[in-house]
C-alpha cells in the first residue's frame, strides 16, 4: 500500500488507516496507479479538484459506511458517477477521497438515487455528475435552479442573443450548449419540505449553460466565467 500523508482524524496514517478498514468487494486505489487515473477521469480540466485515493464501493450500505467514515475522520469526500466533472466550484478539493459508483452501476443499481440521497444531507459532500460532453477540453458548467421559466419576452430574447453572440461560429466557445431540465415534481412537492432534509423543494427547473473550449487558456477561462456567470443573471 502506497504511503500517503497523515491527513484527517483517522490516526497517524491518515488515509491508509481509513482505507484499511474498508471491507468486502470495496476498492480502493491510490494516485499514481492506473486504476486511479481511470477512475478520477474528468470531463473538464478546468477546476478540477484533487483526491488522494479513489474508492469504489459495491453496496449501497458501502457508500453509506464509506460516508460516516470520512465525515468521522474529518475528510473530504466527492462522488461521482461514471467520467465526472464540469464545476469548477469543485477546485477547492486538493485532498481527500474520490467515491466512484462505477460498481453500483455494473450491479444495476441506480447510481442518481444514491447521489441524490447524499447530496444535500451531508455537508462536506459534494457531487458532480453529467455525461453530455467530450474529455480533454475545457467544460465549465453554470447550472442555476429556477422554480419556473422566465416567461418574459424580453428576458428570453436577451438570453438568447447574447448565448448566440458568445457562441457563434468563429468563436472559441462555438460547442457551447444550454440544458433544460425539469424533472418530475409532483411527487416532491407532495412533501412537506419541513419534514424532510431535502432542501430544495421550489428548485424544479435545472437550466445550465456548459462552455466548451481548448483547454489552458487561462483568458479563455475568464472569459467563460464572464460569459457563464452574465447569462446566468439574465436567468435569475
Same mark, same amino acid.
Given at each position: 500500500m502506497p504511503e500517503v500523508?497523515?491527513?484527517?482524524?483517522?490516526?497517524?496514517?491518515?488515509?491508509?488507516?481509513?482505507?484499511?478498514?474498508?471491507l468486502?468487494?470495496?476498492?480502493? /486505489?491510490? $494516485?499514481?496507479? &492506473?486504476a486511479f @487515473?481511470? /477512475?478520477?477521469?474528468r470531463w473538464s480540466n478546468v477546476g478540477a479538484p484533487t483526491s488522494?485515493?479513489?474508492?469504489?464501493?459495491?453496496?449501497?450500505? +458501502? #457508500?453509506? %459506511?464509506? #460516508?460516516k467514515s470520512a465525515n468521522r475522520c474529518n475528510m473530504p469526500f466527492l462522488a461521482c458517477n461514471g467520467l465526472h466533472g464540469a464545476l469548477t466550484m469543485? @477546485?477547492? !478539493?486538493?485532498?481527500g477521497i474520490t467515491i466512484n459508483l462505477a460498481k453500483l452501476n455494473r450491479q444495476g443499481r441506480r447510481q442518481n438515487q444514491l447521489q441524490g440521497r447524499h447530496r444535500h444531507t451531508l455537508g462536506r459532500q459534494e457531487t458532480d455528475g453529467h455525461g453530455h460532453v467530450r474529455t480533454g477540453i475545457a467544460n465549465p458548467r453554470f447550472p442555476i435552479y429556477i422554480p419556473s421559466y422566465n416567461a418574459s419576452t424580453q428576458a428570453q430574447a436577451q438570453l438568447y442573443d447574447r448565448f448566440v453572440s458568445a457562441t457563434r461560429p468563429s468563436s472559441a466557445f462555438s460547442g457551447s450548449l =444550454? !440544458?433544460? %431540465?425539469?424533472?418530475?415534481?409532483?411527487?416532491? *412537492? &407532495? #412533501? +412537506? @419540505?419541513?419534514?424532510? @432534509? =431535502?432542501? =430544495?423543494?421550489?428548485?424544479?427547473?435545472? #437550466?445550465?449553460?456548459?462552455?466548451?473550449?481548448?483547454?489552458?487558456?487561462?483568458?479563455? +477561462?475568464?472569459?467563460?466565467?464572464?460569459?457563464? *456567470? $452574465?447569462?446566468? +443573471?439574465?436567468?435569475?
Amino acid at each position: 500500500m502506497p504511503e500517503v500523508p497523515g491527513v484527517g482524524n483517522c490516526g497517524d496514517d491518515g488515509l491508509n488507516a481509513f482505507a484499511s478498514k474498508l471491507l468486502g468487494d470495496v476498492e480502493v /486505489y491510490y $494516485e499514481g496507479e &492506473a486504476a486511479f @487515473a481511470k /477512475y478520477t477521469v474528468r470531463w473538464s480540466n478546468v477546476g478540477a479538484p484533487t483526491s488522494s485515493i479513489t474508492i469504489l464501493p459495491a453496496t449501497q450500505n +458501502d #457508500v453509506i %459506511e464509506i #460516508v460516516k467514515s470520512a465525515n468521522r475522520c474529518n475528510m473530504p469526500f466527492l462522488a461521482c458517477n461514471g467520467l465526472h466533472g464540469a464545476l469548477t466550484m469543485l @477546485a477547492g !478539493m486538493d485532498w481527500g477521497i474520490t467515491i466512484n459508483l462505477a460498481k453500483l452501476n455494473r450491479q444495476g443499481r441506480r447510481q442518481n438515487q444514491l447521489q441524490g440521497r447524499h447530496r444535500h444531507t451531508l455537508g462536506r459532500q459534494e457531487t458532480d455528475g453529467h455525461g453530455h460532453v467530450r474529455t480533454g477540453i475545457a467544460n465549465p458548467r453554470f447550472p442555476i435552479y429556477i422554480p419556473s421559466y422566465n416567461a418574459s419576452t424580453q428576458a428570453q430574447a436577451q438570453l438568447y442573443d447574447r448565448f448566440v453572440s458568445a457562441t457563434r461560429p468563429s468563436s472559441a466557445f462555438s460547442g457551447s450548449l =444550454f !440544458m433544460f %431540465e425539469g424533472c418530475s415534481t409532483q411527487g416532491v *412537492n &407532495a #412533501v +412537506d @419540505a419541513s419534514s424532510s @432534509a =431535502f432542501g =430544495f423543494r421550489n428548485a424544479r427547473l435545472l #437550466v445550465a449553460l456548459l462552455i466548451q473550449y481548448a483547454p489552458d487558456v487561462p483568458s479563455l +477561462d475568464a472569459e467563460a466565467k464572464r460569459i457563464g *456567470n $452574465e447569462l446566468q +443573471d439574465i436567468l435569475h
